[in-house]
């Protein structure tokens, strides 16, 4: 006999349910969106002769890429969440924002740009609340929503994002704090863009048209993907030293990282230096020799 928790499981999987996913970390979130909402929506839509292609991993983690179609990077979001009634896209403007600070200004610095900001996805699909359709948005109409709304910010407030702010169509902006505790990005700004200002085209839901389980949907992506070549270790080069390769993680993660030289013997504090320079450039770090015997590397 089925338990209580699998039947919960199968029901959300088949879009008969809906559930308030506001509070799950990151990684609880992309795993519900993944199991949950989009074998159903990328079921609907096939239906509709719209087959989304599989992508690697990397590309739904690193640039929010879910599928490909007619050759293009789009997006399917889960849009279920606590926040009120209404059908909007959930878009990310910022990382590492900065409160004193005009939004605007932050977003010159491309670090700061937020996943969908500076994402290549063409068109992003959305299940209403209701679940009774699939909307299909542009990604340049949704860009622009934010864009005005942050034009408005200006006139308003100076470019100052401290709390929430709607814009003259309905687009807001929210200043957010990630709940994922291993978030090395925690305050950001989002923004809710309402659907009826974005939207190019619309697909009604079919009941009778049902949802595969997430394993099989998986396995379906294995059968359509290429065959990889075999790939090797990559051939790191003498100065690439370990400890080099977690500081340039580190600078890319937060915009920069200091160490310590480490040794005071001339010839191989001189080493070391020379191999920090050379690492920067091959790994596109600006490298700075400090007075007190650090080094910094700036992303």
């Known amino acids: 006999m089925i338990d209580f928790n699998r039947m919960l499981v199968l029901l959300e999987s088949s879009g008969m349910t809906s559930a ?24 609907q839509l096939r239906a509709h002769g719209l087959d989304i292609k599989e992508v690697p991993p990397n590309l739904d983690i690193d640039q929010k890429v879910d599928g490909m179609l007619d050759g293009k990077p789009i997006q399917i979001k889960l849009r279920r969440s606590g926040r009120d009634e209404r ?9 590492n924002h ?3 600070l ?11 740009q937020g996943r969908d900001f500076k994402g290549q996805v063409e068109k992003y699909y959305v299940m209403n609340r209701g679940e009774t359709e699939i909307y299909e948005a542009p990604a340049p109409a949704i860009k622009r929503a934010v ?13 100052i994002l401290s709390r ?47 949802a595969e389980s997430p394993l099989i949907d998986r396995q ?36 920069s990282k200091t160490f310590p ?9 001189a080493e070391k230096i020379d191999d920090a320079k050379k690492f920067g450039k091959m790994h596109k770090l600006q490298v700075t020799i400090n007075p007190d015997d650090t080094i910094t590397f700036s992303a």
Request: glycine letters at 6%; charged letters at 30%; one cysteine or more.
């Open 20 to 43: 308030d996913f506001t509070g799950l970390s990151q990684d609880e979130r992309m795993a519900q969106g993944r199991d949950i909402g989009e074998p159903f929506i990328r079921a």
């Open 87 to 95: 059908n909007d896209i959930s878009y990310e403007v910022c990382r």
């Open 98 to 100: 900065d409160r004193g």
């Open 102 to 112: 005009p939004l605007e200004q932050q977003l010159l610095t491309k670090r700061q």
């Open 147 to 159: 864009l005005k709304a942050i034009a408005e910010l200006n006139r308003s407030r100076n470019g």
């Open 164 to 210: 929430p702010f709607t814009s003259s169509d309905g687009t807001e902006l929210r200043p957010t704090i990630d709940r994922d505790p291993k978030s090395f990005t925690p305050y950001k700004v989002m923004a809710f863009v309402p659907v009826d200002n974005v939207v190019s085209n619309s697909y009604p839901i079919d009941p009778n048209v049902k």
């Open 220 to 255: 379906r992506a294995v059968r359509q993907a290429p065959a990889a070549p075999a790939a090797s270790a990559p051939r790191r080069m003498p100065f690439e030293r370990p400890e080099f390769l977690q500081h340039a993680e580190d600078a890319k993660a937060t915009g």
């Open 261 to 269: 030289i480490g040794s005071t013997q001339p010839r191989k504090k």
